[in-house]
């Protein structure tokens, strides 16, 4: 990884209704088993509004060399609180955290680093002119995955997206990318299932990239997603996804209006060389970030309104919407742990319930 939080919406985009074609398929070509465009509307939105409340960083062999193979082991326990202030029930979609020594928000000026790095996000149009040919029809696909080294590859998420289908519209994906040479953007369609790079020769109505947050020396980045699925958990050895189901007597993942609930999130880090920040008097270590006693943390919160989206006639309400917070936290040592705490008393725990997700304070045996 080079030492940029590469902070993408295409996760959420990608299950949105939209499409594209390889070659200048219409729909008015293809037989009725076409998901038709969806007309969107500003509908209500529930801002879960989060904070981090208590966080544990315990290190496991402090002082081991890293290496591209070995080094130090950060085991993190962070609990949140997530409210929902709005005047409808929230359904919270996923939760993102990142601690490092340093987190800015690069929004307006790009990633600030040496070396090289990139951020993107993906989204859906009506349609798309490529080379003088217009585009409306595409075979579903989850948006792109770029390695550290800048090549496309299977998405470590794509066990997310079961279903395939043709879709009227185009999908697309946007793709900045920076290094010593400069700032670079690249569009990608989604063209009969197969992301292609039309840069330069797409014309196309994009929005803006959205946030973008950059850091250093990372020492947790955690993605948790509530859907219903078996509640699989993946770490690639760049950040940790988990899936908590909310399927059938799983997790409940409603917010009533005003409601607040303390939310898990925990893992490991594996400090590599890849993973640490690089400075002309060599690498920043992050348990030294950690044995500081001061560390930067951002957490976003993804959620939708409870209501019925769909108002006919293929239109449906956007209701989706993100929440994000910048904080800065003192962390007391003890022992190889280092807490921040803010909720619990001397006497009192966290009990988990029992998808291990949701956290009740209670006071000790």
């Not at 996000?121 to 003088?132: M, N, R, V």
């Not at 958990?233 to 996804?241: F, I, K």
């Not at 399927?247 to 917010?255: L, S, T, Y």
């Not at 807490?339 to 009990?351: A, K, R, W």
Request: aromatic residues 12%.
């Amino acid at each position: 990884m080079k030492n940029t939080i590469k902070i993408s919406i295409c996760l959420i985009l990608s299950i949105s209704i939209g499409i594209l074609a390889a070659t200048p398929l219409l729909v008015s070509e293809l037989n009725s088993n076409i998901r038709p465009w969806i007309t969107h509307i500003q509908g209500p939105i529930t801002p879960i509004n989060i904070d981090v409340v208590y966080a544990d960083f315990t290190v496991t062999n402090p002082d081991t060399p890293i290496t591209q193979t070995n080094g130090p082991t950060i085991n993190y326990y962070v609990v949140v609180n997530a409210t929902n202030p709005s005047d409808y029930t929230a359904l919270l979609v996923g939760i993102n955290f990142w601690a490092d020594q340093n987190i800015q928000n690069n929004t307006e000026t790009g990633p600030i680093f040496d070396g090289e790095g990139s951020r993107g996000h993906g989204g859906t149009a009506e349609g798309a002119w490529i080379d003088g040919i217009w585009y409306n029809l595409t075979w579903h696909s989850p948006c792109p995955y770029f390695d550290a080294n800048g090549t496309m590859t299977q998405s470590p998420w794509n066990y997310l997206y079961q279903e395939e289908y043709w879709m009227e519209g185009v999908e697309y994906y946007k793709r900045t990318v920076y290094n010593d040479a400069g700032t670079n953007s690249y569009i990608y369609l989604n063209m009969n299932g197969t992301w292609v790079d039309v840069t330069g020769r797409i014309t196309i109505d994009i929005p803006d990239d959205g946030s973008s947050y950059g850091g250093s020396a990372t020492i947790a980045n955690h993605h948790m997603y509530f859907q219903p699925d078996d509640g699989t958990s993946v770490n690639d050895g760049y950040l940790t996804t988990r899936v908590v189901d909310i399927g059938d007597n799983a997790f409940d993942n409603r917010f009533a209006p005003g409601q607040s609930r303390l939310l898990v999130i925990s893992g490991s880090w594996e400090v590599r060389l890849d993973c640490v920040a690089l400075t002309e008097d060599g690498f920043i270590n992050p348990v030294d970030v950690i044995r500081s006693g001061i560390i930067q943390t951002f957490a976003s919160a993804m959620s939708d309104a409870d209501v019925d989206c769909d108002v006919g006639n293929s239109a449906f309400l956007d209701t989706f919407t993100n929440t994000e917070i910048l904080k800065q936290l003192s962390l007391t040592p003890i022992g190889n742990s280092y807490i921040y705490n803010t909720v619990l008393s001397d006497n009192q725990m966290f009990q988990l319930d029992q998808y291990g997700t949701e956290a009740f304070i209670r006071p000790r045996s």
